[in-house]
């Protein structure tokens, strides 16, 4: 059993005391910004003021405001985590470092999934303890969610949530370096909802010089709304409040009321003559763009940095067979529609524009999970780049990995290919640019 054992570091915001055990050092719930409350939930993020005295990170703190999300038979608690913890600093992040010393090692900043209206660097699979282990200063970012995050919203800056994460990128270029990390060295990566918005850094010119490598798990380089269709997202939200669709009308709504509402909007329909639903109408809140990040890629720092990019062979099953539909017609229509040709997109338009590595992959290992049915589908890479595939609560009929034993050599592969790519960008397979469409596959 890990000895835990307190540490403290001094950050230019305050004192944080975090607790060392087997595996490195562990902070929670660090603020980069100020939690916005009112009006000032549709404002850019702020500088948070800072704290006297030592602030307790040992454990983990707020998230932000968010619904809990039912995927039928199946247990998908260790990919959302605790859903909704209130509290005053929800605009936080988490380090796990091997030590907060003066060592210049890798960094890797995680942005979670959970289609933009759920998930926090809390779930159980974000267990950072085995890339500390391994030489990484793991963060992992929280951000807004839902309609404070990405309601596009009269005299409101677009995709809030997506200028948390660029704050935070900048909280790890001023501080990381106190944690034992290196700012010169920085991979940031993402899952769903978090690969998108990862994307969409690529293509965004304010997050140059902020991260050197990037990967997407199972995102979109085309899973942006256009402002028409962002527009009746708007509309129906204020119709549901019965207030105009501007910052003033929506800052007085309690965050009780923006969850609560999410279900009403789920159901919308975002066609138009010009767009189809990049998210198959399976949430009404993505990033608002008047391009795609596939298609902008120019505009950003993306020339510069290298991609490792990929989808799971089934990720559509996630949507259906545990509602008891197994449909693997539509099940393969659904993963394409939400991620296979927005990566795959994405990963041409890379390759194209950049002298740097585009690195493919495509994950297939089966999860055993209900009764076999659930396959390689959303997620089930997760525990395997966190290296947690033999947690017991990823077992059993219900679990994510079903009641077999995961192969730990899956593991080591796809879990070192992370950690290769951290250290050089490159995770040990031929370049998807350079090799004629070269596509790596685990499981």
Do not use: C
């Amino acid at each position: 059993m890990s000895h835990r054992i307190d540490t403290v570091v001094r950050t230019r915001s305050g004192a944080v005391r975090g607790a060392r055990d087997d595996y490195g050092e562990g902070y929670h719930s660090i603020p980069y910004a100020t939690t916005p409350t009112g009006a000032a939930r549709f404002a850019p993020p702020a500088p948070h003021p800072g704290w006297a005295g030592i602030r307790d990170a040992a454990r983990p703190g707020a998230t932000a405001p968010q619904p809990v999300r039912d995927f039928g038979a199946l247990d998908m608690r260790p990919y959302f985590g605790p859903v909704w913890v209130r509290g005053a600093d929800y605009l936080t992040l988490d380090v796990h470092t091997p030590a907060a010393d003066s060592a210049a090692r890798p960094v890797m900043v995680f942005v979670h999934g959970g289609g933009f209206i759920t998930g926090s660097s809390q779930a159980a699979l974000y267990d950072g303890r085995a890339f500390a282990r391994d030489g990484i200063v793991l963060v992992k970012v929280n951000y807004r969610l839902g309609i404070a995050g990405f309601l596009d919203v009269a005299g409101a800056p677009r995709n809030r949530g997506l200028l948390d994460v660029l704050a935070a990128l900048q909280w790890v270029q001023d501080t990381i370096a106190e944690f034992g990390g290196d700012p010169t060295n920085v991979t940031v990566f993402g899952q769903s909802a978090g690969a998108t918005l990862v994307g969409a850094l690529l293509a965004t010119p304010e997050a140059a010089g902020l991260f050197h490598h990037a990967v997407m798990q199972s995102g979109s380089g085309t899973g942006a709304f256009t402002p028409e269709q962002a527009r009746r997202v708007t509309h129906a939200a204020a119709a549901q409040f019965g207030v105009e669709p501007t910052v003033g009308g929506f800052a007085d709504v309690p965050d009780e009321r923006f969850v609560a509402v999410l279900p009403a909007l789920a159901g919308l329909d975002l066609r138009t003559a010009s767009a189809a639903d990049p998210l198959a109408g399976l949430s009404a809140f993505s990033l608002v763009l008047d391009r795609q990040p596939a298609d902008a890629l120019a505009d950003g720092p993306a020339g510069g940095v290298d991609l490792l990019i990929g989808t799971n062979t089934e990720e559509g099953n996630l949507y259906l067979v545990p509602q008891g539909n197994p449909d693997e017609l539509r099940s393969a229509q659904l993963g394409d529609t939400l991620f296979g040709a927005g990566s795959a997109r994405m990963a041409h338009a890379h390759a194209a524009i950049t002298q740097r590595g585009t690195y493919v992959y495509r994950f297939g290992f089966r999860s055993t999970a209900l009764d076999g049915r659930l396959g390689a589908a959303h997620t089930v890479e997760l525990p395997f780049v966190f290296d947690v595939a033999d947690a017991p609560w990823l077992h059993g009929r219900t679990g994510l990995l079903g009641p077999d034993p995961a192969p730990a050599d899956l593991a080591a592969e796809m879990h070192g290919a992370w950690i290769t790519f951290a250290h050089r960008g490159d995770p040990g397979w031929n370049s998807f640019g350079r090799d004629a469409g070269a596509v790596h596959r685990f499981g």
